[in-house]
């Protein structure tokens, strides 16, 4: 390339900062989503399941195309209209849409749930994980006031899910455990969210309802 004498050094320098800046930025926002590792997207897709098909199915969310400043203004704007998310999920929630809901994604992709469901480990795996584990009612309580009550109802006297509260599932404890770390239906999986301890407390505070 030939540069006519007119333009001063300090104007190609200028351009140049400005296509090297490109090109950092790009190369940053590609590292950005490829860095949503899959432990990090299961716990993302968990909670979306968990605390945004509350109100409105996942479709809803895994239409859009937005970029990354509309994804922000989006799940700001359901936080303030109830979505249950601490500041590190909201990041983590977040990071996920960005990566996976930005304008250039393919217009047909699996369903949030079809991708949660593929990525579950095995029962034998979990199961093979658990150690015997003594549940901590008082623990338990804010655990399920936090992840459960919004379906489950309080005192999980029922919703959306069914009552808990002296539901025969509590003394199946093999059944229990299958369906709160692998979801069932509508009920998302917890495997990926709650550590086996916190299920044991909640497990044992929904025995003493
Ligand atoms: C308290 C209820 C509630 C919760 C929880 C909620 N939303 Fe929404 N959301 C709404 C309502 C109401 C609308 C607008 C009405 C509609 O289009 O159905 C909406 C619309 C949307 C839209 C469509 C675009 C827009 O801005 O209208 C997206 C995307 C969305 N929600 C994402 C999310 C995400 C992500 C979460 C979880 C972090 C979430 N929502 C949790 C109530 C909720
Ligand atoms: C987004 C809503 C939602 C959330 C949040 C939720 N559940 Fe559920 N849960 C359901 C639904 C709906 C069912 C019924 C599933 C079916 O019809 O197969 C269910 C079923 C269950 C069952 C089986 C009950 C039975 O009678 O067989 C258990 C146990 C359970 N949930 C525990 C939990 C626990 C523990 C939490 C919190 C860690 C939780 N759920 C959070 C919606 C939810």
């Known amino acids: 390339m030939t540069v006519p004498q007119r333009v001063s050094p300090f104007v190609l ?9 490109l090109v950092v930025v790009t190369s940053a926002q590609e590292d950005d989503r490829a860095s ?9 897709a968990t909670l979306i ?5 509350v109100c409105h199915t996942t479709d809803l969310i895994s239409q859009q195309r937005l970029p990354e400043d509309r994804w922000i203004a989006t799940v700001e704007k359901m936080v303030h209209w109830g979505a249950d998310l601490t500041k590190e999920d909201m990041a983590l929630v ?9 304008p250039g994604a393919p217009d047909h992709m699996p369903t949030i ?6 990525s579950q480990g095995s029962p034998e795996q979990s199961a093979a994980a658990d150690g015997p584990l003594t549940g901590v009612p008082a623990r338990g309580a ?19 899910g069914p009552r808990l509260a002296h539901n025969m599932i509590l003394k199946n404890e093999g059944a229990f455990w299958e369906t709160v770390l692998h979801g069932r239906g509508p009920m998302p999986a917890w495997g990926a969210v709650l550590s086996h301890q916190d299920i044991a ?9």
């Open 13 to 21: 320098a200028t351009l140049l900062c400005a296509v090297l800046g």
């Open 36 to 44: 949503v590792g899959p432990a990090q997207a299961r716990r993302a």
């Open 49 to 53: 399941v968990a605390r945004c098909a």
């Open 94 to 102: 977040l990071h996920y849409l960005t990566a996976r809901n930005h």
């Open 113 to 118: 749930e079809q991708e949660l469901a593929m």
């Open 142 to 160: 804010g655990l399920f006031a936090h992840n459960c009550q919004a379906c489950h109802g309080e005192g999980a006297a029922g919703g959306v």
């Open 201 to 209: 407390d909640i497990h044992a505070w929904l025995a003493t309802r």
